[in-house]
């Protein structure tokens, strides 16, 4: 199993970036779909989530009305569509899957992790 993540880059406070997540050897039709991020001295914290079985997304607080999780009609690519992006933001992103459905926000259920992606946010 394989999941890379890309997307990431440099944009500015009030921007936008879509981060993909391609998985190979298992598909998002049968496992939830994270995404994590790790910012400079903090540790990795839960953004966003999608419930395999039915869609339902789940989000942090810090980000929700302004991201979306997604996936494709394939169910091979998950997707994070970031909006108004804040200096805050800032962060390695890392994409993972987990065979629990439901909103699954804790990281030790998910078993397979992306390599990261870096969002940087300029003020």
């Known amino acids: 199993v394989q999941l890379q993540a890309s997307g990431g880059g440099l944009v500015q406070a009030g921007g936008s970036l879509r981060l993909s997540c391609a998985a190979s050897?298992?598909?998002?039709?049968?496992?939830?779909a994270g995404w994590f991020r790790q910012a400079p001295g903090r540790e990795r914290e839960f953004v966003a989530a999608?419930?395999?079985?039915?869609?339902?997304?789940t989000y942090a607080r810090s980000v929700k009305g302004r991201f979306t999780i997604s996936r494709d009609s394939s169910k091979i690519t998950a997707f994070l569509q970031m909006n108004t992006l804040k200096p805050e933001d800032t962060a390695v992103y890392y994409c993972a899957s987990s065979p629990y459905a439901g909103a699954i926000v804790d990281e030790w259920k998910y078993d397979y992790w992306g390599q990261g992606t870096l969002v940087t946010v300029s003020s």
């Open positions: 050897g298992r598909t998002f039709k049968t496992y939830t």
């Open positions: 999608i419930n395999y079985r039915d869609g339902r997304t």
